[in-house]
Every structure is written in structure tokens, then in C-alpha cells.
């Protein structure tokens, strides 16, 4: 079955896989190549996967999206992933990054809060022009 794990910026993973373990919200659940189709959340954590060409397990670690699994294809939607072979990197990895895109996150929402306020402002003093 082929396993694509997409962001909004990239395709972080795109190939072919003989088994996958994902977590969902009531817990973890596996995948094979003719399993059933269907949709489920995917909370925090790491995908496991193996690569149909062998060799070791494979890591994701991803912060919340979905996972559809439609024939052959299992799409995962998340807003940030990591791929990685060494469980130990890549939580130091996960750490840095995603500490890094959440304090962006922040930074990006204080500019809105900022900006929605000075506009509010604006507003307010062409009420008492008119007036």
C-alpha cells in the first residue's frame, strides 16, 4: 500500500508500505496492504511503518491529523511531521522543531491580535469624524 504524509508545506512521506501503526484518540491500530477502508483523528505521537522494500521500521512523528484509508492509498494530513530511523533523534528533533513552530504559531496569533486591535481603533476614530 502506498503512504503519503502530508503537510501544508511538503510531502513528508510518499512510498510504499507493508504495515503501519498509527494512534487514534480511542487508542492504537494497525494497517495492512488489504485492510478495510476508512477515516479516523490521529492524535500526537509517532507513525511506525514498515518499507515494502524491508530493512528497519520507519518513524513519523506527527502532531494531530487524519488519516483516510481508501484501497491501496492511506493519506495522513497533519500539520507538522518528522521522519526519522533513530526513535532518540528524532524526539530531540520533534522538541526543537515543533518548539520552534508553536512559539511561530504564537508570534504569528499575537500579530493578528495586534493588528485586529488597531483596526478596531481606526474604526472607532472615523465614528467620531462623522459625527
Not at 514498515?50 to 487524519?66: H, K, L, M, Q, Y
Not at 533523534?89 to 526543537?96: D, G, K, N, S
Request: net charge negative.
Amino acid at each position: 500500500m502506498r503512504l503519503r504524509v502530508i503537510t501544508p508545506k511538503e510531502v513528508c512521506v510518499d512510498r510504499k508500505v507493508t504495515r503501519l501503526v498509527a494512534e487514534a484518540p480511542d487508542g492504537f491500530f494497525g494497517i495492512r496492504p488489504h485492510h478495510i477502508g476508512f477515516v479516523t483523528q490521529l492524535v500526537p505521537g509517532v507513525l511506525v511503518f514498515e518499507p515494502e522494500e524491508g530493512g528497519a521500521d520507519r518513524f513519523v512523528a506527527i502532531n494531530s491529523g487524519t488519516l483516510v484509508k481508501c484501497g491501496e492509498d492511506v493519506n495522513v494530513a497533519v500539520r507538522g511531521a518528522i521522519e526519522g530511523t533513530d526513535l532518540a533523534r528524532l524526539r530531540e528533533r520533534v522538541e526543537t522543531e515543533f518548539r520552534q513552530q508553536e512559539e511561530d504559531e504564537r508570534e504569528a496569533r499575537s500579530a493578528l491580535t495586534r493588528l485586529e486591535a488597531t483596526m478596531i481603533r481606526r474604526f472607532r476614530d472615523l465614528e467620531k469624524v462623522d459625527r
